[in-house]
T-cell receptor, first 114, second 110 residues
Framework: DAMVIQNPRYQVTQFGKPVTLSCSQT?????MYWYQQKSSQAPKLLFH???????NEADTPDNFQSRRPNTSFCFLDIRSPGLGDAAMYLC?????????????FGPGTRLTVL | GQQLNQSPQSMFIQEGEDVSMNCTSS?????WLWYKQEPGEGPVLLIA?????ELTSNGRLTAQFGITRKDSFLNISASIPSDVGIYFC??????????FGSGTRLLVRP
């Protein structure tokens, strides 16, 4: 089945220790997104890639970076995690074919910062 | 900023009852999406609506794209315990950005 895969599902890191979360997709979609979701809130978009073009949201902290080495993979790097960065991180993809740009989410990685 | 008003915030219902939730906005959208999120999982797409007035069903779920393009509702008929979760509406204009509602938490009493 075509899908969006996130690894690991649970990640524990220490305050200030860099961490990388990964996302892969078998949908062959052009666009990949990273969202942060805190408890009882809606997902908040951090940035997205349209093919190789990186698009950062204006309010995304510099502490968050992303890489997309190829169509299938996208990484979220948190350079110096703070306690406030503990959250669920969601990857999503969309095809962006004409006006149809429906987003499909992965299962998420829950990040704990000690 | 852009906002969607989603209601109700939570519902605690008896198994077998029908459920209705809705989202409204002060501005128009080209697409309305409904997602369900279970604890510890990502949102799963339930229904996508692309045209004003469109009424679409997915099993026991029915959603409509309001004729004014400023609202959408989701109905769940004959609820079952596995319907438990948070339901998010999301609106989309011409760009990539999804505007999410605040979610409706559904609890079903067996």
């Amino acid at each position: 089945d075509a899908m969006v895969i996130q690894n690991p599902r649970y990640q524990v890191t220490q305050f200030g220790k860099p961490v990388t979360l990964s996302c892969s997709q078998t949908l062959n979609h052009n666009v990949m997104y990273w969202y942060q979701q805190k408890s009882s809130q809606a997902p908040k978009l951090l940035f997205h890639y349209y093919d190789k073009d990186f698009n950062n949201e204006a309010d995304t902290p510099d502490n968050f970076q992303s890489r997309r080495p190829n169509t299938s993979f996208c990484f979220l790097d948190i350079r110096s995690p703070g306690l406030g960065d503990a959250a669920m991180y969601l990857c999503a993809t969309s095809p962006r074919v004409g006006v149809v740009d429906t987003q499909y989410f992965g299962p998420g990685t829950r990040l704990t910062v000690l | 900023g852009q906002q969607l008003n989603q209601s109700p915030q939570s519902m605690f219902i008896q198994e077998g009852e029908d459920v209705s939730m809705n989202c409204t906005s002060s501005s128009i959208f080209n697409t309305w999406l409904w997602y369900k999120q279970e604890p510890g999982e990502g949102p799963v797409l339930l229904i996508a609506l692309y045209k004003a007035g469109e009424l679409t069903s997915n099993g026991r779920l029915t959603a409509q794209f309001g004729i004014t393009r400023k609202d959408s509702f989701l109905n769940i008929s004959a609820s079952i315990p596995s319907d438990v979760g948070i339901y998010f509406c999301a609106g989309q204009r011409s760009s990539y950005k999804l505007i999410f509602g605040s979610g409706t938490r559904l609890l079903v009493r067996p």
